[in-house]
């Protein structure tokens, strides 16, 4: 998740046609919201905060900054905000009077499901059980984590239907969550509150305003009731003479609808019971007596059953990607794959769209997409891949360029290599290209992707073990390797669980790597060094709650080695990143992991250098955390100029505009930015005044999320930056500036970050870029 990032005021009366009543989407306890719609066709919900009386500007702004800093999976993203006021002149009794206008406004993610209040139904009809109950669930987990999972808990106090909204897959995300705090508490912002949610609230609140977490959870226990037994659920229970009588009335009007509908009937019913007790027990009239959050989770995930507990909770898998460019929307599964089965692929110029199918645990078959295709060209040719019951796909590779009205880049061709065969390339092959093996009876079971009129990028979902595998034993994805078939084989002999420190020797390429970890025993290990000790030599330590979360480099010819080495490397983690070692050259590989994913060992090939590097990933490293501070990733490019960096300034908030100078090359940068307090700085230009300038004026709510280019020797100078293109988050390109030639590289960043500036080297021409990097 990005930042939130401040909105001008003309940019949402452009974007919400001046907060129309066409635009609007409703109203709650603490403002109206409207729909804005973006350049791209984008949309977020813009919500208008009232301006009441006891409105404490400071305030606002110290409770706003603690709300940027919740990022959960059930909760409704914040991606911007507003704080203007305005002057406006208008008449009465026949006298012109001066107005202060004051617009405080929250711009939130857009969630096309709607709210949960329309969905709620009695038991013979609207959603089935297990829908029900994984969004009651999904709503108790966002719960827990404003509750427990910040380091000032925040208390909703207007949890409700109508403040629970609904993703496409039925994924619950809470919303309007601690707008409460941003208000003083007077009498005012009580009573209207109050309005429309009397249901909602507890006892000590109506009689003696007394406030605590117990709050919440009695407001969930009447959203449980209303999930489960329709928008009369509460009188319902109220009308009866005991609690167990309620129990049985909804446990029984359930076993009419289960008893025909799933094959689990006899563990659904208990759990519809059990899901019932717990919401009734969150409605005691004495706080003391409701359980906490955490102890309601806990009771739901006792009552899971193969029908209802999530697949991916069954699941092991390594989520790896994404590759090519940052425009479309994002698309992935719902339920965890365990076997794939077919593919279809159009394409034409470029991979348009691309849909499969695959089993889940159980066997149950899913199919996924069409995904992309949604332009006017389809693309001419059609493929429809079917596995038999005995063949993986163990290999995907292809390659990402600009095209037509994408030119952030999409995938140009892609390549399928199976257990029987292989298949394609689909496309035309041309651009940055990418290759993934997975090896040690792994393979590649599913996708996730961004598209629209094309495939974008797309990412894979690799199942380690496709026969099953024994209790407690360690599951891990080996992927790779890329480099060439020189020297010998070298592996690990026990299998990592936590890599532990990294030693690298290089010089013009990587000559050998050594590297630690824990087993699942704790027990410490050493493997290495694969290579010979030439070059300049670095370790590096992972501290205890640092994960390798992605693994960058190049691959290519070095002197008289008859094949090829591995000409750099660079190591990311969640906290920074270290590198590049080596000084680049050749075909780019790069591994970044999704999810709790990381990486905890290497395998590959070395004799004088390292011929070829390969990782194991774990797919289940649990309490990955973003560490506070930015992440350094690079450069790319030369040795050559002098240094520049961000390091003595303030720290960057948003990045506003680049100015970049290129002719045969990229001569120069000049970038800005804004800090944490709204300052803003200017930095460069860096490199010299040659070439054409190009101004790039980033728009409110634009980020930039990618950097690609090339790098080769010119001029006298060893290595420049030869060529560079830029990707936003609104499905923009800039470039490519420059004529390219040389080495690419390639830096896409996640939906959950952002580039906020750069450093480098640069003289007469820029010599090297790096990024910094953003996550939240």
Known sequence: MKKPSDVPLPFLLDITHQFSDQRKLGSGGYGEVYKGVLDDGSEIAVKKLYNMPGFDDEQFKNEFNNLTRVHHQNIVRLIGYCDEVRHVIFKENGENLLAKMIYKVLCFEYMQGGSLEKFVAEEHRGLDWLTRYKIIKGICEGLDYLHGGLKEPIFHLDLKPANILLGKDMVPKIADFGLSRLFNGTQTHTTKVCIGTLNYMPPEYLQKRQISNKYDVFSLGVIIIEIMTGPMGFAKYAALSSPQQFVELVHNNWMERIGTTSKYAEQDCQQVKRCIEIALCCVEAERDKRPTIRHIIHELKKTETNGTASSWDKATLAKIGQWGGVGGGPRDIEVAPQRLESLTIRSGEVIYSLEFSYSDHSGQQHTAGPWGGHGPNKGSYHRTIMLDPSEYLLEISGTTGPFDRAPAGVITSLSFVTSAGSYGPFGQVRGTSFQ?????????????????????????????????????????????????????????????????????????????????????????????????????????????????????????????????????????????????????????????????????????????????????????????????????????????????????????????????????????????????????????????????????????????????????????????????????????????????????????????????????????????????????
């Open 436 to 776: 993934v093996p997975v090896q040690s009876n792994g393979s590649i079971v599913g996708f996730f992707a961004s598209a629209g009129w094309y495939v974008d990028s797309f990412g894979i979902y690799v199942n380690p073990k496709q026969e099953s595998t024994k209790e407690g034993e360690t599951v891990l994805a080996k992927i790779g390797p890329w480099g060439g078939e020189g020297g010998n084989t070298w592996d690990i002999k026990v299998a990592p669980h936590h890599l532990d420190s990294v030693k690298i020797c290089s010089g013009m390429v990587v000559d050998s790597i050594e590297f630690s970890y824990h087993g699942h025993g704790e027990q410490m290990h050493t493997v290495g060094p694969w290579g010979s000790a030439g070059g300049s030599s670095c370790t590096i330590e992972l501290g205890p709650s640092e994960f390798l979360t992605g693994a960058y480099g190049t691959t290519g010819s070095f002197t008289d080695e008859p094949a090829d080495v591995v000409t750099s490397l660079t190591l990311v983690t969640n906290a920074r990143s270290y590198g590049p070692f080596g000084q680049g050259g050749g075909i780019p590989f790069q591994v970044p992991m999704q999810s709790n994913n990381s990486i905890v060992g290497f395998f590959g090939r070395a004799g004088s250098y390292l011929h070829a590097i390969g990782v194991y990933v774990n797919p289940e490293q649990k309490a990955m955390e973003q560490e506070a501070g930015l992440t350094r990733i690079g450069p790319w490019g030369g040795t050559g100029g002098t240094a520049h960096h961000m390091d003595d300034k303030p720290e960057p908030h948003l990045l506003e505009s680049i100015t970049i100078h290129c002719g045969t090359v990229i001569d120069s940068i000049t970038f800005s930015y804004s800090d944490h307090c709204g300052s803003q700085h200017t930095i460069g230009p860096w490199g010299g005044p040659g070439g054409n300038a190009y101004l790039i004026q980033l728009k409110p709510l634009e980020f930039v999320q990618g950097i690609s280019g090339t790098f080769g020797p010119f001029g006298t100078s060893a290595n420049v930056i030869t060529s560079l293109a830029l990707a936003t988050s609104q499905s923009r390109g800039y470039g490519p500036f420059g004529q390219g030639g040389g080495t690419p590289f390639n830096l896409p960043v996640g939906s959950d970050g952002c580039i906020v500036g750069f450093f480098g080297r640069a003289g007469s021409y820029l010599e090297a870029i790096g990024a910094y990097v953003q996550t939240y």
